[in-house]
Structures are given as C-alpha cells and as structure tokens.
C-alpha cells in the first residue's frame, strides 16, 4: 500500500515558496510562530518563524530532532565553498558551542534571505533560506520531500505533526481511541500483569485490534491498514484479565479483589462474545472455590480451546494462610464452553500448583493441556505441565538458583509454541553466576541487567528434565547492548521466528532482530536485522505470508510486517 502523503506535503510540490522571489540579502521582519510543533507524535524541540506569511524553522532544530530516526540527517557549513551541506542518513552532529536560544513571541526579528548554497548528499538543492541571527530557516515543505519525513497541519489546533519516513513493510494508521504506549523495554519487570494488547486476523481478512484500558476497545483495519470499524465495550468488573479470539467466539477475563475473603463473592467473569463482540452468555468463578484474595495477581493469564473445553491459565493472591500470608500462586479454570460451566477443582493447591506463578501460557496437544509457568527457584522454575486437569506430568525446564519466593529471578519468558515434535519456550536469562543473593527486590552482586536470549526445547516422547535443551541464539551479557523480552511466533510445524529488541544502556530503542528456527529450535539461516522497526507487548501473528503486529508510541500507532518469502 501506498504511505500516507499529507495534502499539505502534496501541495508544496506544485505551489513556489513566496520566498523564491526575494533575492540574496533581502531583509524582512520575522516574528516566532505560534504553531506547536509535534515530532512522531512527541512535542519537538524547535522555533518557527513566520516570514511574510509562511512558516521556516531552523535546519539544526529539525536534524537534532529527527536524529536517530528514519529520516535523520546531518549538517554542517563549508566555508570554502560558502554552502550549507546536508547528508541523509546520518545522525546530527551538534556544534561545539551549541546552546539553545530563546526567541520571543513578542519581538520582532530581522530574516535576511540567505545567499548560501544548500545542497543534499552533494547535489544543489533549490530552497529558500533565510539567516536569523546565526541560524539557517528553511520551510518544512521544501526540506520534508527532500529528506523525506511527512508533515501534517492541523488548522483547528495549529499544530504541526512532523513523522519520520516510515520504513518498508510499516504503516502508519489512524486510530479510534487514545493509543496507549505498549512498546518493548530494555527493563525487565519482577513479574507479568494481565496483557492488554492483542492483534486477531479476522476470517474476513480484516485485523483487529483489542486493547484493554479503562475500557475495551476495538479497531479494525482493511488489507490496506484504514481504520474501517471500531466500537468499545465497558469492563464488566473492574479487573481485566485477559482476551482470547477462540475458533467460534471471543472470551475476556474480567475479575475484582476480595479482600473480605467473601467466599461467595464473584472473583473471576469470562464472559463469551461472538466475533462481533456481541455479549452470548458467561461462567462466574466465586471466592471459595478458588481460594482467591486478587485474581491475576502478579501474572499474565493466557486462555486456550479444543472442543469445548476452554482453559484459563492465570494467577491469583490466595486467602489467608496459617502462617498468616497470602500467597501467590496459578489459577487454572478449566470450563465446558457447551454448558458455561467450570469442570475442575480450583483449591488452594491444584494438581499443577506453581508459587510463585509470575507469567502463564497455555496451548492443547490434541486434547491435552501443556501450561508454563514462570516461578522462582527451583523446583519450579520455568515449569512445564501435561495433563487433563486431574494429573499432570511436570518438568522443570530452566533452573532458577537462589532462595524460594525471592521475586527477582533474573529470566522473562516471552513466548510458548509447540513443532510437530517439540515444546519450545522462548525466554532470556542474565548470567546466574554473577549473582550472589537473590532477593524479592533486587540481584545481589549483578551491576547491569543483561540477558541472552534462550530457547528452552523439551521433547514431546520424553517428559524428563534430562531431555531439555537450551539454545543460545544470541549472547549479550557483557556487550554494550540490552535485549527486550523476545517473542515466539509459530509459522508451522517445522518454522518458528523469534524476534527482540536491542536498547543501548540508557534504553534508547536500536534495531530489531529476528531469526527464523526450525522445530528442533536450531537457527535456520543468520540473525536478521530491521531498523526503525519496534516491538511491543502485542504478540506478533502470522497473517498471510508475513509476520504482522502493532506498536503505540506517543499517541500514533504503527503497523509492522515481516514477509515470509
């Protein structure tokens, strides 16, 4: 599809500049605008000028704020040949004695029109500038189809929305509702919450997405990424805890705390809705049957089908205790969607009990359930269950060292997917060797949060902790870099993708990396690399052939896409 080309960008093409009729050192009076000015969505950092009613803005102010993005460029003044010299793609280099200079709105200024050359990567370019003081101006029009970057007005606010070149197989969308940030961090929280941001590929070939704030909201996008529906529907109660697109229906999680340990008291609601989000019936979990204090409780909560089973996998804070405490454990609900009802014991400790419980997934092998769990130290780690409900076969498939119920564990998982003959959990590690203590609150002894990414491969025939491999598909204790959380992404029995985000150490977003795994989860070719691409906590999707997911940053959202031939 076509990127989206403003009509003002469009416009300054075919209309001159009023200034291209002033010749060099012409003087004109110059007053600063009073237009805001937006850079990818965030309040940039630069002056406007109106001169003889057009809006210039200086060159330096405009590559200091696009450095490090898509449309970065550099500039710089030969004296030899008086020209001012601009080169795409390269990061702005401040001068030595730059300092920012404040402008009245209420002063006039004196703009001489400048006799400089410009000229881009070596070539002259034809633009009006003008020298204020000791700066260049130049309009946003002639620069932003030079550079490029795009450039929306709105006349309503006058306000100028500056965005960056939007890279290959990326678009940028409109939205329905208030866009809120989810993008991937170089920080790694102690444990999950409940995920608020979904993507579901319709059967119409529309994309949807679902997002959980003070309400739910969903938006749907045509093949072509415009906005063609959206509606949003109140939380039933005050918790939200998780959405899963099913076969036939849609399912949300919603929960409120119960801290009188009320045992008949609604704790957990998962209500049903066809695909067009109309309300069909639901199933009520209370507070003594489950035991449950706060439901979803410093967990993720993911929800699975086969048949007419449906499987809820999450957490809770549990009643009172002996001890006087109350624990943090999984929740799983298993409910036969044919009756709504809930068909397995929730107790205080299930058949699969993990505590602490920090993350959850859940898929069906056929008809049996596989859940992982993300707890502490060992003997329930990273831990997988295989079972019906009333047994299960339990493997610890990556060993957390230190004190039982110590928070911090140095791993985050990000993703569970099963091969034709393999369990594979996608996750990254610190090295546990720099650690002298682990506590509830920090790492004892570990200077910088590192962690390499890991995939963690358990043999469907052979159940057995013995049997569990671990892959490193890339190592960065120790490097100058960070990496997110990664994502698994399963494309087919036999072809998996797994993505990540690189940060610097003061967590500036770098490139993205993907690489392509077979189902043993053996790297199938190089790491690739994006730039300008960002993950976020949506978990990507296979639509098509491409891996597609979203990213809210500064209140405007981005499509990405990874083609898969």
């Not at 793609?89 to 004695?97: D, F, M, N, S, V």
Request: charge should be negative; include cysteine.
């Amino acid at each position: 599809m076509k990127k989206i080309v403003t009509m003002l960008l469009v416009l300054a093409l075919v209309i001159p500049s009023l200034g291209n009729h002033a010749s060099a050192g012409t003087a004109t009076k110059a007053k600063v605008s009073g237009s805001k000015v937006s850079i990818n969505g965030a309040e940039g950092d630069l002056y406007g000028f109106n001169i003889s009613g057009s809006n210039y803005f200086r060159l330096r102010d405009i590559a200091r704020n696009f450095s490090g993005t898509s449309s970065q460029f550099d500039i710089s003044w030969n004296p030899s040949t008086s020209a001012i010299e601009i080169i795409r793609g390269q990061a702005y280099t401040p001068e030595e004695t730059e300092e920012s200079t404040y402008y009245s709105r209420s002063k006039e200024y004196i703009a001489t029109r400048s006799a400089a050359k410009v000229l881009i990567d070596g070539q002259p370019l034809l633009i009006t500038a003008y020298n204020i003081g000791d700066s260049n101006v130049v309009q946003l029009r002639d620069l932003g189809s030079q550079i490029p970057f795009e450039i929306e007005y709105d006349n309503a606010s006058n306000q100028v929305a500056l965005f960056s070149k939007t890279p290959d197989h990326a678009y940028r969308v409109k939205t329905a509702f208030a866009a809120k940030d989810n993008k991937a961090s170089s920080s790694f929280p102690r444990w999950k919450s409940p995920v608020t941001s979904y993507l579901v590929h319709n059967a119409d070939q529309t994309t949807s997405v679902i997002e959980a704030n003070q309400e739910l909201t969903i938006e749907t996008y045509n093949a072509q990424y415009e906005l063609v529906n959206s509606h949003k529907l109140a939380l039933e109660l005050p918790l939200f805890g998780g959405f899963y697109s099913g076969e036939k229906y849609n399912y949300v999680a919603y929960g409120q705390e119960n801290p009188e340990q009320n045992d008949a008291k609604e704790v957990i609601r998962i209500v049903r809705y066809d695909k067009s989000f109309n309300r069909v019936d639901s199933v009520s979990v209370k507070g003594g049957e489950s035991y449950t204090v706060i439901p979803f409780d410093a967990g993720s909560g993911r929800m699975a089908e086969y048949g007419d089973t449906l499987v809820f996998h999450t957490s809770r804070e549990r009643y009172l205790t002996p001890d006087g405490l109350n624990h943090q454990s999984q929740l799983t609900i298993m409910v036969n969607t044919s009756t709504m009802q809930v068909t397995n014991d929730m107790g205080r400790f299930q058949k699969n009990h993990v505590s602490h419980s920090f993350d959850q997934y859940v898929l069906f092998d056929g008809g049996t359930q596989v859940l992982v769990d993300h707890g502490d130290a060992y003997p329930r780690s990273i831990v997988l269950h295989k079972g019906d409900g009333a047994s299960y076969n339990e493997v610890d498939l990556f060993t957390i060292p230190g004190a039982i119920g110590a928070n911090s564990t140095g791993v985050s998982i990000g993703g569970f997917e099963m091969s034709a003959g393999n369990y594979l959990v996608v996750m990254n590690s610190i090295d546990h060797s720099k650690v002298t203590e682990y506590t509830s609150f920090e790492m004892t002894g570990l200077k910088t949060d590192q962690r390499d990414i890991i995939l963690s491969v358990l043999p469907k025939n052979d159940l057995n902790a013995p049997a569990v491999k671990h892959i490193t598909l890339a190592k960065y204790v120790g490097s100058d870099l960070i990496a997110s959380i990664p994502k698994l992404v399963k494309i087919s029995d036999n072809k998996l993708a797994v993505l990540w985000q690189e940060f610097d150490k003061e967590n500036h977003p770098g490139k993205l990396k993907y690489v392509f795994v077979d189902g043993n989860g053996q790297a199938a070719g190089e790491i690739q690399t994006l730039e300008h691409f960002v993950l976020s906590e949506c978990s990507p999707i296979v639509k098509g052939d491409q891996i597609v997911w979203y990213a809210n940053h500064n209140g405007y959202r981005m499509f990405y896409s990874i083609p898969l031939q």
